[in-house]
């Protein structure tokens, strides 16, 4: 804050805002970010800290396969009928 401000950016999940019936602590744990951010950003907003959170939905990964893939599977797609697909460059190294 010395320095005049930031931002920080957290990623969150759906998640966090609709609930998974079949993994209730991935969806706790994702509301808790995104609590902390809204009352850190109202704490330091007047100090030039912004907060930003991404929550993207389903991305076809090794975790979310058994999801993507099982019998409500089509409830799960986004508005376009589709899901994001983990690029190479985006695993851990």
Known sequence: ME???GRVVNVSSRGAFRGEPETPAYGAS???PNAMSQSLSQALAPHGVFFY???PGLVETDMADALLRGPQQAGRRTSSGSWARASPSSSPT
């Open 30 to 32: 994702k509301a808790g």
């Open 3 to 5: 320095r005049g401000g």
């Open 53 to 55: 959170e991404g929550a």
